[in-house]
């Protein structure tokens, strides 16, 4: 998660806490008036919960990703060092058979 995204969320949360207190303060008239102060809360929240959803899905990918590159080059280090012994060993029956 960039900075930038991490300094958003920081700042939603922020706002939701705001509103949160802002209605532990207040004393509802009315259900509307209830309702016109946690409509905001409950959009915000949402809001973070699937840009929330979103960047995990990415870190998952981007993890995933990595542990494909890992494997490849791994694959292909246990493969060279598989084939360096035998190299070797030609590189050695070539020289005895020059000397």
Same mark, same amino acid.
Request: negative net charge; without cysteine; charged residues 20%.
């Given at each position: 998660?960039?900075?930038?995204?991490?300094?958003?969320?920081?700042?939603?949360?922020?706002?939701?806490?705001?509103? @949160? &207190?802002? %209605?532990? *303060?207040?004393? !509802?008239?009315?259900?509307? =008036?209830?309702? +016109?102060? @946690? &409509?905001? %809360?409950? *959009?915000?929240? !949402?809001?973070?919960?699937? =840009?929330?959803? +979103?960047? @995990?899905?990415? %870190?998952? *990918?981007?993890?995933?990703?990595?542990?494909?590159?890992?494997?490849?080059?791994?694959?292909? %280090?246990?493969?060279?060092?598989?084939?360096?012994?035998?190299?070797?060993?030609?590189?050695?029956?070539?020289?005895?058979?020059?000397?």
């Amino acid at each position: 998660m960039s900075k930038t995204e991490t300094l958003r969320q920081l700042t939603a949360v922020e706002r939701m806490t705001q509103q @949160l &207190e802002t %209605l532990r *303060q207040t004393k !509802a008239q009315s259900a509307e =008036e209830l309702a +016109a102060i @946690l &409509e905001p %809360l409950a *959009q915000a929240m !949402a809001a973070l919960t699937d =840009e929330t959803r +979103a960047t @995990l899905a990415q %870190l998952q *990918q981007q993890s995933t990703q990595q542990v494909q590159t890992l494997d490849t080059q791994s694959q292909a %280090l246990l493969h060279q060092w598989e084939r360096n012994p035998q190299e070797l060993r030609e590189a050695a029956m070539r020289l005895t058979q020059a000397s």
